[in-house]
Nanobody
Framework: QVQLVESGGGLVQAGGSLRLSCAAS????????MGWYRQAPGKQRELVAT???????NYADSVKGRFTISRDNAKNTVYLQMNSLKPEDTAVYYC????????????WGQGTQVTVSS
């Protein structure tokens, strides 16, 4: 089993910045993808950004140029630096670890609230 613990959410004014962290623990296989998803009230959960264990990144169009995802494989931790935040970024942000081997499986964190005021 894998446990994911997020931190760093909070309330910020539009134009501000926040940094989310997600630490993974448990039985973690080295080849995996970690990432962030978000869910706003009344909306579907959506991808924000992902990063493979090899460092390849993928971003939602809505956050490109504003958010940066990174990871420390030695610490099994993924980060999301969020700059130039907008009210529409308000959501619960969930950390995700996609296990590739031996069996594909998705692990999720509990979520952390990000609120951007206008």
């Amino acid at each position: 089993q894998v446990q994911l613990v997020e931190s760093g959410g909070g309330l910020v004014q539009a134009g501000g910045s926040l940094r989310l962290s997600c630490a993974a623990s448990g039985r973690i296989f080295s080849i995996n993808t970690m990432g962030w998803y978000r869910q706003a009230p009344g909306k579907q959960r959506e991808l924000v950004a992902t990063i493979t264990s090899g460092g390849r990144t993928n971003y939602a169009d809505s956050v490109k140029g504003r958010f940066t995802i990174s990871r420390d494989n030695a610490k099994n931790t993924v980060y999301l630096q969020m700059n130039s935040l907008k009210p529409e970024d308000t959501a619960v942000y969930y950390c995700n670890l996609k296990q590739i081997t031996p069996t594909p499986y998705d692990f999720w964190g509990q979520g952390t609230q990000v609120t951007v005021s206008s």
